[in-house]
């Protein structure tokens, strides 16, 4: 049976606004292996960040977590006291945030801020902790690491803020790291870069990654697995060679559509493709599939009572009754989640 680092199962966030209830995470089930990187993607607003919040227990008000398990090697976060907690994140797991401008602190160096994590979790000396800090900015290949350790963040390019976070999360060599967004502000030639450094500290530290991103080259380029999330729910989930070449969600075969494909050709006149319509609201979500507003394989039993994932194949999971068609494959050949790791994990 397959080890997993996390097994995510039913997990259910809210946000409770004057407007009304916000289903921002609605019944999320997933589990990433030991040493594998798991990809949640979909648009902004799809509840991806809000899931990696609630993994660390970190969703701000007026947001909460209703329900679900959070498995972490086997023990459920959502019970760990407020100690326990604290001890976990960083030192078991760990974030990368998305805009490390707004992460790190302006008015302290890189050097201390890495030898914070250190003193709260490794229980080093302040000495200790910035001999550590300049290992960890040499690890993730920034040049002069003993020189820059004493530079504040707005002495450093984009690039080398988000190296001095990454060197911040595994500086305490967690086991699962959450990664959201990690090359989204930077320019192309950089994030090539920063996606080359998470893939080898990955093999090198043998760390388990989730990786939270709406662009699907990324997914593409590091993920084992992919999970598409859209309006607060997962509609489809595969491996990244299934999914890409395999789609059986219409949203899902709707983000692939939508990107250039340099292996054919795309007359200068022609527009990309894309889904017509805009994301549902959340406040008190109708029944039904959440994409039919904006679907054109939409009939009428898609917005009849919720919609159930289906095993596609024994790797592939998608939320959709209507997978057949979007796949072009006898109806015959899909069926319902039965004894697999779909409905192991409540999906």
């Known amino acids: 049976m397959e080890s997993y680092v996390l097994e995510v199962k039913n997990l259910v966030t809210h946000f409770f606004t004057r407007q009304g209830v916000v289903h921002a995470v609605d019944d999320v089930s997933f589990a990433i292996p030991r040493g594998a990187t798991l990809a949640l993607v979909g648009e902004s607003g799809s509840g991806k960040s809000v899931t990696g919040l609630s993994i660390l227990r970190l969703v701000p008000p007026p947001g909460r977590t209703i329900s679900g398990q959070i498995l972490f090697d086997g023990q459920d976060v959502l019970t760990f006291d407020a100690e326990r907690m604290r001890r976990t994140r960083g030192r078991e797991i760990a974030m990368i945030f998305q805009d490390p401008m707004t992460s790190l602190n302006p008015v302290f160096t890189v050097g201390d801020q890495i030898a914070e994590v250190l003193i709260a979790h490794e229980g080093l000396n302040k000495r200790q902790a910035l001999s550590k800090a300049i290992e960890m900015l040499g690890l993730v ?15 450093l390019s984009g690039g080398m803020r ?8 595994l500086s305490c060599n967690p086991r699962l790291v959450i990664a959201d967004e990690p090359t989204t502000a930077l320019d192309v030639t950089i994030q090539a870069e920063i996606l080359a450094l998470l893939a080898r500290l990955k093999e090198e530290l043998g760390i388990s990654l989730l990786l939270i991103t709406h662009d699907l080259g990324v997914v593409a380029e590091v993920a084992d697995r992919v999970d598409v999330m859209y309006a607060g729910q997962i ?6 060679t299934d999914v ?8 899902t075969e709707g983000l692939l559509k939508s990107i250039p494909r340099l292996d ?10 894309t889904i017509e319509g805009s994301v549902p609201s959340l406040i008190d979500p109708a029944p039904g599939c959440r994409f039919a507003n904006r679907c054109s394989y939409r009939i009428a039993d898609c917005t009849a009572a919720d919609i159930q994932c289906v095993q596609v194949s024994e790797a592939q999971l998608s939320r959709c009754i209507r997978t057949h068609a979007v796949m072009g494959v006898t109806e015959s050949h899909i069926k319902p989640s039965d004894g697999s790791r779909a409905n192991e994990l409540g999906l």
Do not use: C, K, W
């Not at 290949?141 to 002495?155: C, F, G, K, M, V």
């Not at 509609?235 to 990244?240: C, D, L, Q, R």
């Open 244 to 251: 890409f070449h395999h789609p059986s969600h219409p949203y």
């Open 264 to 273: 054919r050709e795309f007359p200068a006149s022609a527009r990309l493709s």
């Open 162 to 169: 988000q190296r001095v976070m990454i060197a911040i999360a």
């Open 235 to 240: 509609v489809e989930e595969g491996t990244v």
């Open 141 to 155: 290949r920034i040049l002069n690491p003993r020189e820059r350790a004493s530079d504040y963040p707005h002495q």
